[in-house]
């Protein structure tokens, strides 16, 4: 696909113009779901157009949130549940960025859920990856807020007593636009959810099942998955909210029973975003608050005296 950089020539664009020129290597355990997402993400952003000066991932912290060390795109990586915020931000000083947040079920749903909450509520346009692997997997393993009731961790050797969210439910009912669940082993689907996340103008949640083989053995995410759009028994109008809200209800509850729904489950195409109204209503610029600077020939002397300044 071709699409403009930002110094507004014209050039061809695919995965390989996301990796980083140094090739570092992701530290993920071998299997790990998250390369899924990795993969998925490259392979999406230059189907929709878009090129690596476009595109802006914040990350928390989590194995999920080395994302953008392996993505070359701008990346910041901010400190634990708190990528939204900088996001909104992000996107809010700059409407022209594409703005991807990620991280994990930890990060997202646990120390992140009220900035979840009010992201969704004000519907941000920005795509939000949600790495649900069911536990905390960059500190070995603890229960997290998606681990089922029983899970047994070293936090939780008896097994926990806790009820898992409903991340989906609750995204609906705080107001996101676009709630969509896919998964590491469904590659294709994987892409086009992130495809049209990306391309929707509003908040767009994706719960991402990721698998961690090295301390979440037990989880859904070996089961084999059913997918909505494609199954008779499951059908439902995506842009009715309450039908919606149904097939969450239903289907939330059987992600513990062992069998796992992906797919679209709610798009609204009436809300307008958080941006769109703020532009109506001439609180927010069209163009970026501040011009970047961005030059092939980039004097990278420059950024090295800056960090030396601030060590
Ligand atoms: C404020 C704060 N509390 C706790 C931690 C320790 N910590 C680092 S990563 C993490 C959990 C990561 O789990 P999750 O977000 O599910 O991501 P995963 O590693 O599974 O991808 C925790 C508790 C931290 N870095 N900062
Ligand atoms: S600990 Fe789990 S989530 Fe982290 S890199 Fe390894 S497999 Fe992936």
């Given amino acids: 696909m071709s699409a403009f950089n ?25 299997g790990c779901g998250d390369f899924g997402v990795l993969k998925a993400l490259k392979q999406a952003l230059p189907e929709v157009g878009r090129n690596p000066e476009e ?11 080395k994302l953008n060390s392996y993505l070359d795109s701008y990346g910041f990586h901010t400190i634990h549940g708190r990528s939204l915020p900088v996001a909104r931000a ?3 000083a700059n409407p022209e960025l594409e703005v991807v947040a990620a991280g994990g079920d930890g990060d997202g749903y646990g120390i992140g859920g009220n900035h979840f ?7 941000h346009d920005m795509t939000y990856i949600v790495f649900n692997n069911e536990v905390f ?15 047994k961790s070293k936090t939780q050797p008896s097994g926990s007593a806790k009820t898992p969210i409903r991340p989906l439910s609750q995204s609906l009912n705080a107001g996101a636009g676009y709630i969509a669940r896919t ?22 949640h994706i719960d991402f099942l990721t698998q961690c083989p090295t301390w979440n053995k037990d989880a859904k995410q070996y089961v084999p998955y059913i997918d909505i759009q494609e199954s008779d028994d499951y059908e439902h109008d995506i842009n009715d909210r309450a039908e919606a809200s149904q097939m969450m209800f239903e289907t939330e509850n059987k992600l513990y029973e062992g069998e796992v729904l992906t797919g679209r489950y709610y798009v609204d195409d009436e809300s307008p975003s958080y941006q769109a109204e703020k532009q109506a209503i001439g609180e927010m610029p069209d163009e ?3 011009e970047r600077y961005f030059d092939e020939d980039y004097e990278w002397e420059r950024s090295y005296d800056l960090l030396d300044r601030h060590k």
């Fill in 55 to 65: 595109v802006l991932t914040v990350t928390g912290i989590g194995c999920s949130g």
């Fill in 183 to 204: 998964a590491a082993v469904n590659p294709n689907q994987a892409k086009e959810i992130i495809k049209e996340a990306i391309e929707y103008d509003g908040f767009a």
């Fill in 90 to 92: 992000a996107k809010l």
């Fill in 288 to 290: 970026p608050l501040v």
């Fill in 117 to 123: 909450i009010h992201t969704a509520r004000e519907n």
């Fill in 137 to 151: 997997g960059l500190t070995k393993g603890q229960t997290s807020p998606t681990s089922p009731k029983g899970h």
């Fill in 6 to 30: 930002a110094i507004g020539e014209e050039r061809e664009i695919d995965r390989d113009e996301f990796t980083p020129g140094n090739e570092p290597q992701p530290t993920w355990c071998p």
